[in-house]
């Protein structure tokens, strides 16, 4: 196995295609089919599925391309070190559940190594996608909560696929409203306040359990039900239809503007929000400065 053929297998599956892969890595389109069958058969495993309209990367493929793009990361880093190389297109991702610090986090690595050409990724998505995201390694990083309805699956989930969680900070539950609701005076909310106003939450497709649902107390009966995929559509019910959601109460101004509040829940629960990433894996720069803005942002609610 060398660094080339590790480059070669990144190319072709950013363009999902041996013949523009080979023009843009300058070989023949031969060559560069052998490399890669070498490449497998030594590895012992199927990178890319081959159909008509070009090639598919495999299940067991996006995790051995995960593993590689970290080892090309690292030879980079010696090519800086040593050659002051600097690295063409770095490549980072992020899986979390709704939350506006994760954004603010990935801002700030982003103006920290951006450049003139990167590819990162950040993916708000559901529960168990994050965790099986990291699992994989289609990200670096997780951001998802723990309470005491749906700690003890999360934990054995996280056990299974190998990881380890990683505590930022305590929450008391926080109802999210609209800054012009009819309860939006009042300095501390109960159940009983929102019972005739819309929930919303986040839809979690086939894994739509209360263990994985993204807002506490999910298992509560509610007349009023409506579910979204993003939080654009969520802020925006919140404030057309008098609607709430219940979550970490954290929330950041710059990025969702001043209509939508957090206000307390009188409730004995708490979201122990953290991080997972692969237990014997080392992070990448990115995932290191990632991590200390996330605790930068996060540091004055612990």
Same mark, same amino acid.
């Given at each position: =196995?060398?660094?080339?053929?590790?480059?070669?297998?990144?190319?072709?599956?950013? &363009?999902?295609?041996? &013949?523009?892969?080979?023009?843009?890595?300058?070989?023949?389109?031969?060559?560069?089919?052998?490399?890669?069958?070498?490449?497998?058969?030594? =590895?012992?495993?199927?990178?890319?599925? #081959?159909?008509?309209?070009?090639?598919?990367?495999?299940?067991?493929?996006?995790?051995?391309?995960?593993?590689?793009?970290?080892?090309?990361?690292?030879?980079?880093?010696?090519?800086?070190?040593?050659?002051?190389?600097?690295?063409?297109?770095? +490549?980072?991702?992020?899986?979390?559940?709704?939350?506006?610090?994760?954004?603010?986090?990935?801002?700030?690595?982003?103006?920290?190594?951006?450049?003139?050409?990167?590819?990162?990724?950040?993916?708000?998505?559901?529960?168990?996608?994050?965790?099986?995201?990291?699992? #994989?390694?289609?990200?670096?990083?997780?951001?998802?909560?723990?309470?005491?309805?749906?700690?003890?699956?999360?934990?054995?989930?996280?056990?299974?696929?190998?990881?380890?969680?990683?505590?930022?900070?305590?929450?008391?539950?926080?109802?999210?409203?609209?800054?012009?609701?009819?309860?939006?005076?009042?300095?501390?909310?109960?159940?009983?306040?929102?019972?005739?106003?819309?929930?919303?939450?986040?839809?979690?497709?086939?894994?739509?359990?209360?263990?994985?649902?993204?807002?506490?107390?999910?298992?509560?009966?509610?007349? +009023?039900?409506?579910?979204? +995929?993003?939080?654009? &559509?969520?802020?925006?019910?919140?404030?057309?239809?008098?609607?709430?959601?219940?979550?970490?109460?954290?929330?950041?101004?710059?990025?969702?503007?001043?209509?939508?509040?957090?206000?307390?829940?009188?409730?004995?629960?708490?979201?122990?929000?953290? &991080?997972?990433?692969?237990?014997? =894996?080392?992070?990448?720069?990115?995932?290191?400065?990632? =991590?200390?803005?996330?605790?930068?942002?996060?540091?004055?609610?612990?």
């Amino acid at each position: =196995m060398t660094l080339q053929q590790l480059k070669y297998i990144v190319t072709v599956a950013e &363009t999902g295609n041996i &013949t523009e892969a080979a023009k843009q890595l300058f070989i023949s389109q031969p060559s560069l089919t052998n490399a890669i069958h070498e490449l497998e058969k030594e =590895m012992q495993v199927t990178i890319f599925n #081959r159909t008509n309209k070009g090639v598919a990367v495999s299940n067991e493929g996006d995790v051995f391309l995960a593993y590689a793009r970290q080892v090309l990361e690292q030879a980079s880093l010696l090519e800086e070190k040593f050659l002051h190389v600097k690295e063409q297109s770095p +490549r980072f991702s992020v899986s979390c559940q709704h939350y506006s610090f994760a954004v603010n986090a990935f801002v700030d690595v982003i103006r920290e190594f951006g450049g003139e050409k990167y590819d990162f990724t950040l993916r708000e998505t559901q529960t168990y996608e994050i965790i099986e995201d990291i699992s #994989r390694l289609k990200s670096e990083i997780g951001i998802l909560y723990k309470s005491s309805k749906n700690e003890e699956i999360i934990d054995k989930l996280i056990k299974q696929y190998g990881l380890k969680f990683e505590e930022l900070f305590t929450a008391a539950p926080h109802v999210f409203i609209s800054s012009r609701h009819p309860l939006a005076e009042k300095e501390i909310l109960t159940l009983e306040d929102l019972e005739e106003y819309p929930y919303l939450s986040f839809e979690q497709g086939d894994y739509n359990s209360f263990y994985f649902s993204e807002e506490i107390l999910s298992t509560l009966d509610r007349g +009023r039900n409506i579910k979204v +995929r993003d939080r654009a &559509t969520l802020f925006n019910l919140v404030i057309g239809l008098n609607g709430y959601t219940v979550s970490s109460g954290v929330i950041s101004n710059e990025l969702n503007g001043e209509q939508i509040i957090a206000k307390p829940l009188q409730v004995d629960e708490y979201m122990i929000i953290g &991080t997972i990433t692969q237990k014997n =894996m080392p992070l990448s720069r990115y995932g290191k400065a990632y =991590m200390e803005s996330l605790k930068k942002h996060t540091g004055s609610l612990i």
